[in-house]
């Protein structure tokens, strides 16, 4: 358990409005990623962060702004909703150690649903 | 850009049977190979990383193995509770932020 919690865990919004969906650690670590899950395509990075206020693009940021003023939350925010971000949300951090631990890996958290009406 | 591609799609065993997953990729640079274990409504959970050519990893009846084009997961004597998806992961040298790439995974299903 990487000490990693989402909120909400499943939420229905209708097209236009703004969402946001929070990632929260407790382990203080620097690296935070957000992903999407959909059926044919796998996960894919949305935005990540490296530290407070330092962020950056992944493959599919279209339509995604994020944000991180503290350490240990990670927000990401759809400032108009449409029907194709419909998916499940991933949060994950990036463990730090000796490479015989942890090196490089990448933990999860639980999700969240969203839908898109 | 790096790629990953994970077969076979589907794969359904009896306890007991004994088979392997494959992760084929193609990548600019590896610096790790990852697999992890997702259960239905939940998080990916890790459970090895690869460095180099040569590697193998071993966790219960599981063991990942990497040449340089793919990897594979070795299942020994399936059990029912490894019923799971399994999903492959690359990370470049090249690019920053430790990001991954990721298949788009093997549903696997074991059963009595």
């Known amino acids: 358990d990487a000490g990693i919690t989402q909120s909400p865990r499943h939420k229905v919004t209708e097209t236009g409005t703004p969402v946001t969906l929070r990632c929260h650690q407790t382990e203080n670590h620097r690296y935070m990623y957000w992903y999407r899950q959909d059926p044919g395509h796998g996960l894919r990075l949305i935005h990540y962060s490296y530290g407070v206020k330092d962020t950056d693009k992944g493959e599919v940021s279209d339509g995604y702004s994020v944000s991180r003023s503290k350490t240990e939350d990670f927000l990401l925010t759809l400032e108009s909703a449409t029907s194709s971000q419909t998916s499940v949300y991933f949060c994950a951090i990036r463990a730090s150690g000796t490479r015989d631990s942890s090196y490089n890996e990448q933990f999860f958290g639980p999700g969240t649903r969203l839908t898109v009406l | 850009e790096d790629q990953v591609t994970q077969s076979p799609e589907a794969l359904r065993l009896q306890e007991g049977e004994s088979s392997s997953l494959n992760c084929s990729y193609t990548?600019?640079?590896?610096?790790?190979l990852f697999w992890y274990r997702q259960d239905p409504g939940k998080g990916p959970e890790f459970l090895f990383t690869?460095?180099?050519a040569g590697e193998e990893k071993e966790k219960e009846r599981l063991k990942a193995t990497l040449t340089k084009k793919e990897s594979f997961l070795h299942i020994t004597a399936p059990k029912p509770e490894d019923s799971a998806t399994y999903l492959c992961a690359v990370q470049s040298l090249t690019g920053g932020g430790n990001k991954l790439t990721f298949g788009t995974g093997t549903q696997l299903k074991v059963e009595l």
């Open positions: 690869l460095y180099s």
């Open positions: 990548v600019s640079g590896l610096r790790g």
